[in-house]
């Protein structure tokens, strides 16, 4: 009985990256800079049509740093704010609400400053 051939889709093999400094990576002809590298890269790597599923391994020098299971994944995480671990990447980042003095409050403020001179300079 023959075991060569399986039913087992072929595995892509790894994207090679390079890890250079803290603060760039490159892959495939693509470069990227930041203060997460990788996470940068998969989404470049990814808006450069690469497909999704495809995993990296992310090497500085002759060593292996770090393994992508998939760039899809990878592009859609970003570090916390502590730099502690992987959270979801917000597309769009929002600021805290700003508090407005209450209506009452605001109605002092309506003739300042005061026209004292008829408004001339």
Known sequence: MNHSSSSAPAQTPS?????????????????????????VLCRRLLAAGLDPDQAMEVYRGATLALRVRSIGEAAELEINSKGTAFVARRAVRTARTARFPEPALADHWTDWPAATDGGAP
Do not use: D, E, K, Q
């Not at 390079?18 to 470069?31: D, Q």
């Not at 990227?32 to 996470?39: K, Q, S, Y």
């Open 15 to 39: 994207l090679r990256a390079g890890l250079i400094g803290s603060n760039t990576c490159t892959a495939a002809g693509i470069t990227a800079h930041g203060n997460a590298p990788v996470l």
